[in-house]
């Protein structure tokens, strides 16, 4: 059921990215933050449950964390990188053969682009590569780059108890204060990984849950997230103080992402297309803003939104058709 959930999700980012809102609310941040909550739930099956299956050498602990880590870290890298890379490249030769948005090409910006988390310190690096509009090459991957950096620590709060309850008490604290306009509430609330990394430790916490291993610590740390999170939106609108960047988007995102997710795992029976869909959701996230640039090169007015969703989808395809024939090349290299 979650390729379901995904495909939703990225059509809502495409759809806020449109300009088009539901009832004044950026429906794209809510989707960007319960994709947040499903990177978390990933990692942890990923890494109690598909890694160490491959692992036969269990005697040494130390070696055994740094296996499962690299196995772990190879599978994220084929998982993340081809679809974006050839989503990169597809843009790179549109942007070059029409000069939309006059592209300015430098090594820092070319590096900054393929390695994706540079994107998510856009406010300190200037990774663009249009100038007008001044965007790089996939203007939603900065959360690409807040997820990889989730990917790197997070199986370090699975295995270690101590560095969990430490990085889930700083990235919870950050995210509070910054909600509550005392540093950048959009940088440290909502993009920096120091402000959301809890977020992904709720979706981590959710597997170990609907798989029956969790511990005490684990049942009461979503309910606490939950009303800490309650407490704070209520506490903001009761004082009626300024909401700077995105409290309520990103508060509804846990509020609402956290139950569905749970529900949605409850759910043992695979439905048509989900895996699809999964990839699918993927590639849309990626592609809709080479439509978006599309279709205004083209000048289309008319049905706009639609022509947009339909190209992306298009384009989606392509690039799911081209990783699906990569990955089974690279089984035969293997085999």
């Known amino acids: 059921m979650f390729g379901y959930l995904r495909f939703l999700l990225a059509l809502l980012v495409m759809l806020s990215h449109l ?18 909550i499903l990177a978390g739930y990933v990692v942890s099956y990923l890494y109690t449950n598909i890694i160490p299956k491959q692992i036969k050498d ?19 890298v084929k998982r993340i990188f081809p679809l ?7 843009t790179l030769v549109f942007i070059l053969i029409t000069d939309f948005g006059k592209p300015h090409l430098t090594t820092l910006n070319i590096f900054s682009n393929l390695t994706i988390i540079p994107l998510n310190f856009y406010m300190w690096l200037d990774n663009s ?46 995210y509070i204060v910054a909600n509550l306009n005392i540093i950048h509430p959009d940088y440290y609330g909502y993009r920096f990984i120091v402000g959301v990394f809890f977020i992904f430790m709720l979706g981590a916490t959710l597997q170990k849950i609907s798989n029956s291993t969790q511990t005490k610590f684990d049942n009461y740390f979503i309910l606490f997230i939950l009303f800490v999170i309650f407490c704070l939106l209520s506490y903001v609108l009761y004082r009626n103080l300024e909401i700077k960047a995105y409290l309520l988007e990103t508060s509804i995102g846990i509020l609402f992402g956290v ?22 959701s993927y590639a849309i996230f990626l592609s809709h803003f080479l ?4 279709i205004k090169y083209l000048q289309i007015e008319t049905l706009k939104s639609m022509f947009t969703i339909g190209i992306s989808i298009i384009i989606g395809l392509i690039g799911v058709l081209f990783e699906i024939n990569l990955l089974k090349k690279c089984r035969k290299n293997v085999d």
Do not use: C, H
């Not at 088009?20 to 609310?25: C, P, S, T």
């Not at 989730?150 to 430490?166: M, S």
């Not at 749970?262 to 895996?275: A, E």
């Open 84 to 90: 974006y890379l050839f989503m990169a490249f597809s």
């Open 291 to 294: 439509s978006i640039w599309l």
């Open 129 to 174: 590569i249009l100038t007008n509009p001044k965007w790089w090459l996939i203007p939603p991957a900065w959360s690409l780059g807040t997820e990889l950096q989730a990917y790197i620590l997070l199986p370090f709060a699975l295995v270690f108890p101590k560095i969990k309850y430490l990085f889930i008490l700083l990235s919870l604290s950050i």
């Open 58 to 76: 269990r005697k040494n602990n130390f070696k055994l964390f740094a296996l499962q880590y690299s196995l772990f870290i190879k599978d994220r």
């Open 19 to 36: 300009d088009i809102r539901f009832y004044g609310l950026n429906q794209g941040v809510i989707a960007v933050v319960i994709f947040y």
């Open 259 to 280: 139950p569905i997710i749970y529900l949605l795992s409850k759910i043992k029976k695979t439905l048509p297309l989900n895996s699809f869909l999964g990839s699918l």
